[in-house]
């Protein structure tokens, strides 16, 4: 059985970083795709970042540059490092995973994961 559970949002002013965290269990360590998706109220869910299982990494546009997805395989850990926050930047953040390889393009289907954490609000003000 798969769980992700997130930990980690918070209040930050513009300019400001947050690292995000993901606990996951259940998944193929050898063959999975792990991805970071935000989503504010009356908009659907756009993917900001995803880490495959052989550790190839990608990153909307929005964020390349501010951040860095990673993954510690010790813990079953999965963060997202968010530097240089915008207030654009403010959203529900959803960790989410499948048990196949990322398709590294973007913008992500978010209807092909099929695992996904209750979600930790980020909120970035002026």
């Known amino acids: 059985q798969v769980e992700l559970v997130e930990s980690g949002g918070g209040s930050v002013e513009a300019g400001g970083s947050l690292q995000l965290s993901c606990a996951a269990s259940g998944l193929d360590s050898t063959n999975h795709c792990m991805a970071w998706f935000r989503q504010v109220p009356g908009a659907g869910r756009e993917g900001v970042a995803i880490?495959?299982?052989?550790?190839?990494?990608n990153y909307a546009a929005f964020v390349k540059g501010r951040f860095s997805i990673s993954r510690d395989n010790a813990k079953n850990l999965l963060t997202l490092q968010m530097n240089n926050l915008e207030p654009d930047d403010s959203a529900m953040y959803y960790c989410?995973?499948?048990?196949?390889?990322?398709?590294?393009?973007?913008?992500?289907?978010?209807?092909?994961?099929?695992?996904w954490g209750q979600g930790t609000q980020v909120t970035v003000s002026t």
């Open positions: 989410a995973g499948r048990g196949t390889t990322c398709d590294r393009s973007f913008p992500l289907d978010y209807t092909t994961y099929h695992y």
């Open positions: 880490r495959n299982s052989d550790g190839r990494t």
